[in-house]
């Protein structure tokens, strides 16, 4: 098929995908060679090859962009990505910039949840000070940030742990910590699963494609906050603290799991997006 610039977007919006316009440049550029500036002063030029028909018919079927074009941008860093691992959300960028403005020199954090390592590689690489230890259950994930590490330039600093968070993550947390010399840590950040399972299948079509085990928080959506809050706490150092991602209408909850300090941060478009317990 050949499609001129407007066509395409005409056809993505006609599936149900709201930016249309920007997706179609996306694709465009990626599978034709073509640069933006390209296409939009090249209004009648029809754009065509066997890639971009392939990558068209998959985006038609809500197959996500980010898993088409094979990698994101997630606070100014580029990460790989496939459907071993969630898309990185431009909403979690607000943890990263909490986690920025209270890290002291030379920190030392800890991911819980990593998946493509997101949060924990954009802080590694906004500051060269710091080293992360970070924990994930699916292997496949795992190598992705491993391989995200090593595209960013900081897996020098990065420790990945193979662990389940809900069972004996934190023991095993404890037993790399010592390995490492590492007595405690100054934070500990996560985007844990958050929807409650019975939501999954009300989402829109895109997240069909995404890891469920990304996404399933259990019946109330809180099952891993309960667990990290109860048993991470004791790996921060007094006056330390937790951020936590959180859904927008978690706060209360989530709040309610710890009589430590809690602050809700907001992202911005004001929702309710992160919860830091201070120790
Ligand atoms: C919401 S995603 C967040 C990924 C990444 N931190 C981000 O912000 O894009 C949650 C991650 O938790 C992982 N996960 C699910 N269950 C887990 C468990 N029991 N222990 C450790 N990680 C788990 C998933 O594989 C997924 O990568």
């Not at 919006?13 to 296409?39: P, V």
């Not at 947390?173 to 405690?184: F, G, P, R, V």
């Not at 469920?212 to 006056?239: E, P, Q, W």
Request: proline fraction near 4%; include cysteine; glycine fraction near 6%.
């Amino acid at each position: 098929m050949m499609y001129t610039y407007r066509e395409l977007a005409d056809l993505l919006q006609s599936h149900g995908i709201a930016d249309a316009k920007t997706e179609a440049a996306w694709l465009i550029c990626k599978f034709c060679g073509a640069d933006r500036a390209a296409i939009l002063t090249n209004g009648q030029k029809k754009w065509e090859s066997a890639e971009l028909d392939a990558a068209v018919r998959r985006r038609c079927e809500r197959y996500p962009l980010q898993y088409i074009i094979g990698e994101w941008e997630f606070f100014g860093c580029t990460f790989r990505v496939s459907e071993d691992c969630l898309i990185p959300r431009p909403d979690t960028e607000i943890l990263v910039e909490e986690a920025l403005k209270i890290l002291p020199q030379n920190s030392v954090i800890c991911d819980l949840c990593t998946g493509s390592g997101c949060i924990a590689i954009a802080l590694l690489k906004a500051r060269p000070d710091l080293r992360a230890m970070a924990v994930e259950l699916s292997d496949t994930a795992i190598k992705i940030a491993l391989e995200n590490a090593r595209l960013n330039g900081v897996d020098d600093r990065l420790i990945l742990l193979c662990a389940d968070v809900l069972a004996d993550g934190v023991d095993k947390l404890k037993t790399l910590m010592a390995q490492e010399n590492i007595a405690s840590f100054d934070v500990v950040v996560s985007n844990p699963p958050y929807i409650p399972t019975k939501d999954i299948s009300t989402l829109e079509p895109e997240l069909a494609f995404e890891p469920k085990m990304a996404l399933d928080g259990g019946a109330d959506g809180l099952k891993f906050y309960r667990s990290i809050v109860k048993n991470y706490t004791s790996v921060i150092r007094g006056g330390g603290c937790m951020l936590l991602e959180i859904g927008a209408d978690q706060a209360r909850d989530v709040c309610a799991l710890t009589e430590r300090e809690a602050v809700v941060i907001r992202d911005l478009g004001g929702n309710d997006r992160v919860v830091r317990i201070s120790l």
